[in-house]
């Protein structure tokens, strides 16, 4: 590790920290029904699809509804993005030609993966999908994906702000609000800005272009020109990463020159998929009216990320030991970067690669602008453990906070067993019920993603698909499956997952991942907005002191990761000590 590595690293979260406030206090305002200065520009727009969609702003939904409406638009997101796929091959916007998207299998696996916000690529994107697919079925669900777990989000935060009531909001309004006022205008500031970058973003076919070398082929022929892919690139990269999506339009997401072509261009999006998630914190302490409780939850999350940032990047800069007594320097110096390069872009080195890919996988994002399957095993431990975390390090937007907050709610509902005292979160009980949609919230993720390992490992059908054996094949199928149901999407990319096997049981993960964790969420949000407020009191646990953030972050660590520690010692544990091995 070098001091210009940390400087960078330092850099990123200085910014990210610094836009908190600004764009937390903007979206309560949005979530709030207040003005705000896009009111001029979208306030006719938002009129304007109210009354075509015969939506009454004005009339809320209890958390059934709310519910009920946020799985049939799912659904019918799910249904039109497969379609669309399906019939690729004869609709428009497709310069190269690219047929209906095969197998069936593969297409709902796609569309599972959007829907769900997952963005699992089990396709390459610059030879599978037509601009139009790229456009009208990708990019048009990583804005409503993501807003999803927003409005899920807010619905929570208003069952803890308002009491004795009976309604969380409409999720028609909030979903046109959060496209329209959040997403939409950070998504064309972020890819006006790639694009001055370098980030291509056009919808002419394929170029040809003249190589610099004239190379020869298998058989000889002379190899004289390239085929360049490109496409409307930018607008899908921005939402992309502010969405915390993570599909790429090339099967090299963020590590494609024309997808992250400079250093200024990464960490740009390194903050694109974080800046909401972090600064929903501080909308948080604004609309139950204690930003202090905001900030420590923000807290608590960046303690654990810098942590985890530090054991990627130490675990990588240390390298392989195999290597050494091969006689290869792997030193950082002024003319090598040093350490573990395998599968990382010079452009970027250990560093930036390190710092990404923590960020990455503590968010749902899933891009990568460096091979996970290429790190050391601890630090394919690191980014594996990012994710068993359960999305409560910023996490996805919308779904990191609400995921925290389910663990806010197991902390203290401990802490008040440990004194004797009923336990209450910003004034409200936390009684059997809490406490038991809490625990199906935080079971669901491990259940599913080691269940499917499990099944998996022990089929012929699924180690067919490892390519590497040992170990190693071991972490990979349980890095897709706890990939899949934590709605991330990275990978390690020795599995061979485009198969019927893989497509089906990994489209059924992200899809319980998504709702079945969600549901739990919005039946906690029906019961807590009906309680009353219990006013503080002097044995009132301070749940934005200090000790409470230190207290949450333990109980993050011992009931969000201590479940996958034997399927850990399976994987990357053996491996790494078989590298250090004599």
Same mark, same amino acid.
């Given at each position: 590790?070098?001091?210009?590595?940390?400087?960078?690293?330092?850099?990123?979260?200085?910014?990210?920290?610094?836009?908190?406030?600004? @764009?937390?206090?903007?979206?309560?305002?949005?979530?709030?029904?207040?003005?705000?200065?896009?009111?001029?520009?979208?306030?006719?727009?938002?009129?304007?699809?109210?009354?075509?969609?015969? *939506?009454?702003?004005?009339?809320?939904?209890?958390?059934?509804?709310?519910?009920?409406?946020?799985?049939?638009?799912?659904?019918?997101?799910?249904?039109?993005?497969?379609?669309?796929?399906?019939?690729?091959?004869?609709?428009?916007?497709?310069?190269?030609?690219?047929?209906?998207?095969?197998?069936?299998?593969?297409?709902?696996?796609?569309?599972?993966?959007?829907?769900?916000?997952?963005?699992?690529?089990?396709?390459?994107?610059?030879?599978?999908?037509?601009?139009?697919?790229?456009?009208?079925?990708?990019?048009?669900?990583?804005?409503?994906?993501?807003?999803?777990?927003?409005?899920?989000?807010?619905?929570?935060?208003?069952?803890?702000?308002?009491?004795?009531?009976?309604? *969380?909001?409409?999720?028609?309004?909030?979903?046109?609000?959060?496209?329209?006022? *959040?997403? /939409?205008?950070?998504?064309?500031?972020?890819?006006?800005?790639?694009?001055?970058?370098?980030?291509?973003?056009?919808?002419?076919?394929?170029?040809?272009?003249?190589?610099?070398?004239?190379?020869?082929?298998?058989?000889?022929?002379?190899?004289?020109?390239?085929?360049?892919?490109?496409?409307?690139?930018?607008?899908?990269?921005?939402?992309?990463?502010?969405?915390?999506?993570?599909?790429?339009?090339?099967?090299?997401?963020?590590?494609?020159?024309?997808?992250?072509?400079?250093?200024?261009?990464?960490?740009?999006?390194?903050?694109?998929?974080?800046?909401?998630?972090?600064?929903?914190?501080?909308?948080?302490?604004?609309?139950?009216?204690?930003?202090?409780?905001?900030?420590?939850?923000?807290?608590?999350?960046?303690?654990?990320?810098?942590?985890?940032?530090?054991?990627?990047?130490?675990?990588?800069?240390?390298?392989?030991?195999?290597?050494?007594? @091969?006689?290869?320097?792997?030193?950082?110096?002024?003319?090598?970067?040093?350490?573990?390069?395998?599968?990382?872009?010079?452009?970027?080195?250990?560093?930036?690669?390190?710092?990404?890919?923590?960020?990455?996988?503590?968010?749902?994002?899933?891009?990568?602008?460096?091979?996970?399957?290429?790190?050391?095993?601890?630090?394919?431990?690191?980014?594996?453990?990012?994710?068993?975390?359960?999305?409560?390090?910023?996490?996805?937007?919308?779904?990191?906070?609400?995921?925290?907050?389910?663990?806010?709610?197991?902390?203290?509902?401990?802490?008040? /067993?440990?004194?004797?005292?009923?336990?209450?979160?910003?004034?409200?009980?936390?009684?059997?019920?809490?406490?038991?949609?809490?625990?199906?919230?935080?079971?669901?993720?491990?259940?599913?993603?080691?269940?499917?390992?499990?099944?998996?490992?022990? /089929?012929?059908?699924?180690?067919?698909?490892?390519?590497?054996?040992?170990?190693?094949?071991?972490?990979?199928?349980?890095?897709?499956?706890?990939?899949?149901?934590?709605?991330?999407?990275?990978?390690?990319?020795?599995?061979?997952?485009?198969?019927?096997?893989?497509?089906?049981?990994?489209?059924?993960?992200?899809?319980?991942?998504?709702?079945?964790?969600? *549901?739990?969420?919005?039946?906690?949000?029906?019961?807590?907005?009906?309680?009353?407020?219990?006013?503080?009191?002097?044995?009132?646990?301070?749940?934005?002191?200090?000790?409470?953030?230190?207290?949450?972050?333990?109980?993050?660590? @011992?009931?969000?990761? @201590?479940?996958?520690?034997?399927?850990?010692?399976?994987?990357?544990?053996?491996?790494?000590?078989?590298?250090?091995?004599?």
């Amino acid at each position: 590790m070098t001091t210009a590595g940390w400087a960078q690293i330092i850099i990123y979260l200085v910014i990210l920290i610094a836009l908190v406030k600004p @764009l937390g206090s903007f979206m309560a305002r949005v979530y709030q029904g207040e003005k705000t200065f896009l009111d001029p520009v979208v306030g006719p727009l938002e009129r304007l699809i109210y009354r075509l969609m015969r *939506i009454k702003p004005e009339q809320e939904m209890d958390w059934k509804v709310y519910t009920f409406a946020m799985l049939i638009f799912s659904a019918i997101g799910l249904i039109f993005l497969y379609a669309l796929q399906r019939l690729q091959g004869i609709l428009p916007l497709n310069p190269q030609q690219f047929g209906a998207v095969t197998p069936p299998d593969l297409a709902f696996n796609t569309a599972s993966s959007f829907v769900t916000n997952t963005n699992w690529q089990n396709y390459a994107g610059e030879t599978t999908m037509s601009f139009l697919s790229q456009m009208l079925g990708l990019t048009v669900q990583n804005f409503l994906s993501a807003a999803t777990g927003m409005v899920i989000v807010v619905a929570l935060i208003r069952a803890f702000a308002r009491e004795s009531a009976h309604t *969380i909001g409409n999720f028609w309004v909030d979903m046109t609000r959060t496209v329209l006022y *959040i997403l /939409l205008p950070l998504s064309i500031i972020v890819a006006l800005v790639m694009v001055s970058q370098g980030v291509v973003q056009t919808l002419k076919p394929f170029q040809d272009v003249s190589v610099l070398q004239v190379s020869k082929d298998a058989n000889g022929n002379p190899i004289s020109t390239q085929t360049l892919a490109i496409g409307p690139v930018a607008s899908q990269l921005a939402i992309k990463h502010l969405g915390t999506n993570g599909g790429g339009f090339f099967n090299a997401n963020s590590a494609h020159p024309f997808e992250n072509p400079t250093p200024l261009s990464d960490l740009i999006l390194m903050l694109s998929e974080t800046v909401i998630a972090a600064a929903l914190t501080y909308t948080f302490g604004k609309m139950v009216g204690d930003t202090r409780q905001g900030w420590a939850i923000l807290a608590a999350m960046l303690v654990i990320l810098v942590f985890l940032i530090w054991g990627n990047y130490a675990s990588e800069a240390a390298g392989n030991p195999k290597l050494n007594p @091969l006689g290869v320097d792997q030193t950082s110096s002024a003319i090598q970067p040093g350490g573990n390069m395998e599968g990382k872009e010079v452009r970027f080195g250990i560093p930036n690669s390190s710092l990404f890919s923590t960020v990455t996988t503590v968010t749902s994002t899933g891009a990568v602008n460096s091979m996970h399957d290429s790190y050391t095993p601890l630090g394919g431990l690191i980014l594996l453990v990012d994710m068993m975390l359960g999305e409560t390090v910023l996490g996805g937007v919308g779904s990191g906070l609400y995921g925290m907050l389910v663990f806010v709610i197991v902390a203290v509902f401990v802490a008040g /067993l440990m004194v004797g005292r009923t336990p209450e979160y910003l004034g409200k009980k936390i009684e059997a019920y809490e406490m038991k949609m809490a625990s199906f919230n935080i079971l669901i993720m491990p259940i599913f993603a080691l269940g499917f390992t499990a099944v998996a490992v022990v /089929l012929k059908v699924g180690q067919s698909s490892v390519l590497n054996p040992q170990a190693h094949g071991f972490s990979e199928i349980l890095y897709a499956y706890t990939s899949q149901v934590n709605n991330n999407g990275s990978a390690f990319a020795g599995l061979n997952g485009a198969t019927p096997f893989y497509n089906i049981t990994g489209a059924f993960d992200m899809l319980l991942g998504r709702f079945w964790m969600a *549901i739990p969420i919005m039946a906690l949000a029906g019961s807590l907005v009906q309680k009353k407020k219990v006013p503080a009191g002097a044995g009132t646990l301070e749940t934005h002191s200090l000790l409470f953030i230190v207290w949450l972050i333990g109980v993050v660590i @011992l009931v969000g990761a @201590l479940n996958f520690v034997p399927a850990l010692a399976l994987g990357p544990i053996v491996e790494h000590l078989a590298m250090i091995a004599r």
